[in-house]
């Protein structure tokens, strides 16, 4: 299905998932997957290779979070930017359809 999007579309899914750290315009699910965590260096790092990677890649880093700590999701965010774009993009959207597959499993 996945496959059957345009280029736009696909990019327009990434981008309308928060970003990785962010704290406002949260869902309350959003809220609950990225966990508490804020240790300030982190999350400063976090923002700070966000922009690096949309600037990169053109779109939102989309990573599966469920629970994981934002440090281990920082060293996930440094591996991904060593990639090409065409790679990056099969993984986001494969993140993508994780967090949904995950979302509708739980109800």
Partial sequence: MLAELSAADKLEALDAHPAIGARAGLSERS????GADADPVILT???????V???K???RFVVFVN???KLEILGVLRGRLERTREEELE?????L???????WERG
């Fill in 45 to 51: 790092e976090l923002a700070y290779l966000n922009q």
């Fill in 53 to 55: 990677y949309e600037e």
């Fill in 91 to 95: 993984t986001a959207l494969g993140e």
């Fill in 97 to 103: 359809v994780a967090i949904a597959r995950e979302r």
């Fill in 31 to 34: 809220a609950a997957e990225q």
């Fill in 57 to 59: 890649f053109g779109f």
């Fill in 67 to 69: 629970g994981r700590q």
